[in-house]
């Protein structure tokens, strides 16, 4: 797979991985592994970067700071029709709900985490890729991995909150 030209502005500039699933959309590879500035999840949601920052500050929404780059990341993703909107926002309340009653600790780069990690709640498959409903790396999937991604969206959402339950029990205090 070649990296897609793109109309998005400062997409273009971001560096495509080797190693996409054959099946995955060029696009929804780079958005679904690329973590960018407000200005670009801006352009994405086709919002202003004020906004960004009001989803972010109103938890719809979620970055952090990079140590190595010393300023706020967006997983772009965030960003993609099956993850953006009311997916993403259940699964942040789940985390903020934990963090805000004291119950585990959690940062928001471990959000980020939580997205792109294989789950052992999920056959090893990444939230994100349960989320979209296909796996984006070229890897051997389990075969319940790929039942998952075969059930409707309100499923595959139902079990990254699943997944998001347990992570969070994991960070109990």
Known sequence: ????????????????????APEVNAHVFILATTFGSKAQLAALLQVS????????????LFSFVSRSKRYRLYGLYQALPEVAGAP??????????AIDARQTWMTEQHFASFFRAPNNMLAWATPLEVLLGHRLYDAPIEQEAAWLYAQDASCR?????????????HRRN
């Open 1 to 20: 797979m070649s990296k897609p030209a793109s109309t998005m502005p400062g997409i273009d500039a971001l560096a495509f991985p080797s190693d996409p």
């Open 49 to 60: 970067p004020a906004t960004v920052e009001q989803m972010d500050r109103d938890r719809q």
């Open 88 to 97: 993403l926002k259940a699964i942040l309340a789940r985390f903020y709900g």
């Open 157 to 169: 959402l139902r079990a990254v909150l699943g997944a998001a339950h347990d992570e969070l029990m």
